[in-house]
T-cell receptor, first 115, second 111 residues
Framework: DGGITQSPKYLFRKEGQNVTLSCEQNLNHDAMYWYRQDPGQGLRLIYY???????QKGDIAEGYSVSREKKESFPLTVTSAQKNPTAFYLC??????????????FGPGTRLLVL | DAKTTQPTSMDCAEGRAANLPCNHS???????VYWYRQIHSQGPQYIIHGLKNNETNEMASLIITEDRKSSTLILPHATLRDTAVYYCIVVIYNQGGKLIFGQGTELSVKP
């Protein structure tokens, strides 16, 4: 089955702790994205990557970090600098970026809660 | 950035067509209209997209007005499983493919 997987489904963070959310895709897509969704709100872009070993900040990158060492993987680390990390985190991928005809496909999401 | 305006909520009877409107009066000539939906606590699901012609796929139809300032997503025979929040999004060209999600329309399909 082709698709995007995110793990874990639920994640708990203690104060001052860094946590890493996993995102893997086997669609052979070049571009990958991380979004954050707060209750009752739309999605906001955290980081995106157009190609391996390259990524750019989105609208709300502060307190987050990413890496793109492999085409199929784009992990997101929520650092202790992110003061309000409780949210639903969504990973997406698309064949390419920079053009108009790019459909993003989303994973099932990870819900992060602060203890 | 082209913004979209959608009604906050709509109801539809099961088996009837659901028509979801979207206004995007500031859309540029090379921007596409995309529709996604999100069932509670799941990732958004792609439905359909278009530039200026009407489009149809196995899930829905997309009707775009001639001036491209508005569009309508049509679910021809709504089922209870179509209950979700539907997002109309204008894709910004050459900016990392960022999707700007607004509040969307909460569609409730009722028996």
């Amino acid at each position: 089955d082709g698709g995007i997987t995110q793990s874990p489904k639920y994640l708990f963070r203690k104060e001052g702790q860094n946590v890493t959310l996993s995102c893997e895709q086997n669609l052979n897509h070049d571009a990958m994205y991380w979004y954050r969704q707060d209750p009752g709100q739309g999605l906001r872009l955290i980081y995106y990557s157009q190609i391996v070993n390259d990524f750019q900040k989105g609208d709300i990158a502060e307190g987050y970090s990413v890496s793109r060492e492999k085409k199929e993987s784009f992990p997101l680390t929520v650092t202790s600098a992110q003061k309000n990390p409780t949210a639903f985190y969504l990973c997406a991928s698309s064949i390419r970026t920079g053009g108009v005809k790019e459909t993003q496909y989303f994973g099932p999401g990870t819900r992060l809660l602060v203890l | 950035d082209a913004k979209t305006t959608q009604p906050t909520s709509m109801d539809c009877a099961e088996g009837r067509a659901a028509n979801l409107p979207c206004n995007h009066s500031t859309i540029s000539g090379n921007e596409y209209v995309y529709w996604y939906r999100q069932i509670h606590s799941q990732g958004p699901q792609y439905i359909i997209h278009g530039l200026k012609n009407n489009e149809t796929n196995e899930m829905a139809s997309l009707i775009i007005t001639e001036d491209r300032k508005s569009s309508t997503l049509i679910l021809p025979h709504a089922t209870l499983r179509d209950t979700a929040v539907y997002y109309c999004i204008v894709v910004i060209y050459n900016q990392g493919g960022k999707l700007i999600f607004g509040q969307g329309t909460e569609l409730s399909v009722k028996p």
